[in-house]
């Protein structure tokens, strides 16, 4: 009988570590085939990572341009959207005060004052919107609101011009406390500073926001809390004074549209500049896919041919050990 020696032995171990290699070669070559991608990127770029680092270094940082562009962009466009109802207010105000003829009685003033304060909340209302659960007119302060309530600056400033006797006292009694520190800037803003301007690519496009303590903004707030003030104590019974109110209240009121109509065209090149950056950042997004891509993806075709010849020598493999396990003992001495 022979023994088994050493070379059966190195033999058998070298066909065990070819097998598993080929094994290993075959999932390899199977993973590669399904993911369309290399799965050792170091060897198949011969130890060379520089020009992959840098590429997926700009990707991430154009991502991060991006994803910052669409962010403004959604801010940007919801901003438009409440200007633009802020602007439909004044015009419904300013209907309203145009429809107030030399006959009108102190019930249909009431009534345009009413509708004024009414219209005077409802921006107020709108300068505290979100998205995304943060303040887009809050300045820094995205978890709060941007302005206080309607009530509490009507309130104050019935009490300041209570004791005027004019049109133009009253409109100037309102437009100085929206413009004073201690006025609507310390009880009818409550939001923080203007956050600074972000950058949306790396040649410096910066892009800055707005804030309810804008001046075009405070114009029209201020239009219609002189509008809501059109039955002030100190006109009543007064007719020529409430329509001296009136036509200041409708001069106010265009500078107040003027204001929203400026403050919409500057909002709306901002949304271009978004929308530039934001094609801009797609299009360099796809390249760079393209570039990565090129470099670490695996042939389809190539590979399949690869897997096919791995798993045919797999096979061989396999039925060479079948059959020598099935020798008997007369065939090996024979």
Known sequence: ???????????????????????????RLSGELASGKKSDIAAHLTGNLSGLAALEHARSLTGGFLSTARDLSQRAEAMQSVMGRISAALDEVSGTFSALGQNAGAEQFTRAA????????????????QVSGRSIFAGMATSSPAVSGPEPILQTLRGLVSAAG??????????DWFEAPTGFAAQGYVGAAPAPAISVDAEGTNISEVTAYDPDLRKALAALATAALIDAPGLSGAGPDRMGLRDKGLAVLREGTDAMTNLAAETGRRQQRLDQATSRHQAGALTLEL?????????????????????????TMYAVTARLSRLTLAQVLG
Request: zero cysteines; proline letters at 1%.
């Open 1 to 27: 009988m022979k023994s088994i020696g050493i070379g059966d032995l190195a033999r058998s171990t070298l066909m065990k570590s070819r097998v598993g290699s080929v094994k290993f070669q075959t999932v």
């Open 114 to 129: 009413a509708t004024a304060s009414s219209a005077f909340g409802e921006a107020l209302h709108l300068l505290n919107t």
């Open 166 to 175: 004019s049109a133009d006292q009253i409109a100037t009694i309102v437009s």
């Open 291 to 315: 570039a990565v891509a090129d470099l670490t993806s695996a042939d389809p075709t190539r590979t399949a041919i690869e897997l096919e010849a791995a798993q045919t020598q797999l096979e």
